[in-house]
Each structure stands twice: as structure tokens, then as C-alpha cells.
């Protein structure tokens, strides 16, 4: 029988670094307990020894439908509620479009867009059984607007914002659906860019970038702890000095 804990419960995709970190010790500080997913297991588990207060790691994928089935039955059994799901796995292989990087593209489409729908149909019942939640969907800058090197990770956050507000209309009012769509934020995301060239420009460019993961929890925190009946649905946040 799956246990009910007194504590409001957050769920975090992409929970082992960056915006999913920062954003579990800001909703542990709020007294939420967290489920931590991402893949790298030892930094979500560290995390949750860390956070404390019965919040769990749980090793997922969320290109991997059984994987995200197997957290949500956990989340079920340890937790036994989910008040918040928070869709932030994400990767960013920029790059300029070409067949050498038809991975990269399947990639990004299956990590940003589909891995947030998977989580979100996966969670859908345990986040309204109680009466209602949020869900939280990190979207980007690249959500709505496009460069030349970004073409298919702006394709997964324009899609995202289009699946939101429609989810946003479907589950009025019990359930408020938020988009938060960071600018540049200082984190490992361009780490993974597999074009040589674009990784090195966009590293540099991130070495000096000011925001950071904190201020986009403060930001995810902000729109969750609204009185109920004000629904926080879109919140673009660039650093200062980004056109
Ligand atoms: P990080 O690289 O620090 O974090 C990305 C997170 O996604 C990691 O925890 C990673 O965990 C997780 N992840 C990637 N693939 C998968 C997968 N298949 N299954 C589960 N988890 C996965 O970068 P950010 O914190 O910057 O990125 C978080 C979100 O913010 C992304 O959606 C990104 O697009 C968005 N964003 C970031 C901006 C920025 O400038 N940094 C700007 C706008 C939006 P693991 O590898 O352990 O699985």
C-alpha cells in the first residue's frame, strides 16, 4: 500500500545538475519533499541524502517510457502523492543543420518534447487524484525565437509551449500548468554539444553569463507558491544585458 506523506511532494526531471538541482534545494527549503530523477545516480542519490526529509533519488530516462512508468510507481509507493512535476531534462546540441547530426536531432526531440509529454501523461493521475497540482515546464528563449545554429532545439521548445498551453486549457482549474523559459543560464547544458566549433563559442559565451540555476528556482518556487486561485502561466527570465 503506497504511503502518504504529510509533506507536499515535487517531482524533477533532470534533478542531477543545473536548473533541476537548484530547483529540488529550493523546493526542499519550501518543505516540499522531492523525487529526484535523472540518470546519473550518483549525483540524484547524494542529492536526496543530502536534502533529507524523505526525499528519494530514482534513476530514470525519461526517453524510456517503462523507465518513467518504474519512478512513477515508485513516487506511488514511497511517496504516495505528487503535488508538483517539474519537466526539466533537457539537452542542447547546437550546431549548424545537417545530416551529420541527425542523432542530436532525434535526441533533443525525444529528451525536450517527448520526454515532457511522457512524464506528464505518466504523472497525470497521481498529480489530480488529490484535488490538483502544477506542472512546471522548463521551455527556453529558443521557445520563442530561433538562430541559425538552434533550428531543432528551438523545433522541441516551440513545440513544448504549444503542448502546454493546450494542457494549460484541458486542466484549468484544478491543475495550473506554468512555462518558465529561461534565457542564458549558467550550467553544464552546452557541455554536450557535439559540434566542435558551436560547443567552443557557446561555452565562452556562457563563461560569462550572470543568472544562474538559483535564480530560475526562485523563479519555479515563485509561480508554485501563488494562493490557488492565481495561476501563474508563462515567465520568460533573460540575464539583463541579453538582446
Ligand atoms: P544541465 O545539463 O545542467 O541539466 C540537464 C538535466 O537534464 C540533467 O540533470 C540531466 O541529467 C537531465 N537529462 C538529460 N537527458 C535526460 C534523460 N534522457 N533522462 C533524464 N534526464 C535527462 O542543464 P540545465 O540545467 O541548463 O538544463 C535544464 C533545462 O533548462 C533544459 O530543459 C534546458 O533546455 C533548459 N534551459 C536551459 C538554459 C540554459 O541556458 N542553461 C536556457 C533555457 C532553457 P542526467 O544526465 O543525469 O540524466
Known amino acids: ?3 502518504t506523506t504529510a509533506a507536499r511532494v515535487a517531482v524533477i526531471t533532470g534533478a542531477s545538475s543545473g536548473i533541476g538541482e537548484a530547483t529540488a534545494r529550493a523546493l526542499a527549503a519550501e518543505g516540499y519533499t522531492v523525487a529526484l530523477l535523472a540518470r546519473r545516480r550518483d549525483r540524484i542519490s547524494e542529492l536526496a541524502t543530502e536534502l533529507g526529509g524523505g526525499s528519494i533519488a530514482v534513476e530514470t530516462d525519461v526517453t524510456d517510457r517503462d523507465s518513467v512508468l518504474a519512478a512513477a510507481a515508485r513516487v506511488r509507493d514511497e511517496l504516495g502523492r505528487v503535488d508538483v512535476l517539474v519537466n526539466n531534462a533537457g539537452v542542447m546540441l547546437l550546431g549548424p543543420f545537417s545530416a ?6 532525434r535526441r533533443m526531440i525525444e529528451t525536450n518534447l517527448l520526454g515532457a509529454i511522457t512524464a506528464t501523461e ?3 493521475d497521481q498529480l489530480t487524484s488529490d484535488g490538483g497540482g502544477d506542472i512546471i515546464t ?14 531543432v532545439y528551438a523545433a522541441t521548445k516551440w513545440g513544448v509551449n504549444g ?3 493546450s494542457l494549460r486549457q484541458q486542466l484549468l482549474p484544478d491543475v495550473r500548468v506554468t512555462l518558465v523559459e529561461p534565457g542564458a ?7 554536450h554539444i557535439t559540434d566542435e566549433q558551436t560547443r567552443k563559442t557557446t561555452e565562452e559565451m556562457y563563461a560569462g553569463v550572470e543568472v544562474t540555476p538559483e535564480d530560475i528556482a526562485e523563479v519555479i518556487v515563485f509561480a508554485v507558491t501563488r494562493p490557488r486561485h492565481v495561476a501563474v ?11
Request: cysteine-free; glycine content about 6%; overall charge negative.
Open 138 to 151: 522548463v521551455s527556453s528563449v529558443a521557445g520563442r525565437s530561433a538562430r541559425p545554429v538552434n533550428g
Open 1 to 3: 500500500m503506497a504511503i
Open 100 to 105: 551529420e547530426r541527425h542523432e542530436d536531432y
Open 233 to 243: 502561466h508563462e515567465i520568460l527570465v533573460r540575464p539583463a544585458g541579453q538582446a
Open 163 to 165: 503542448w502546454s498551453e
Open 122 to 124: 505518466v504523472f497525470l
Open 185 to 191: 543560464v549558467k550550467t553544464d547544458l552546452p557541455s
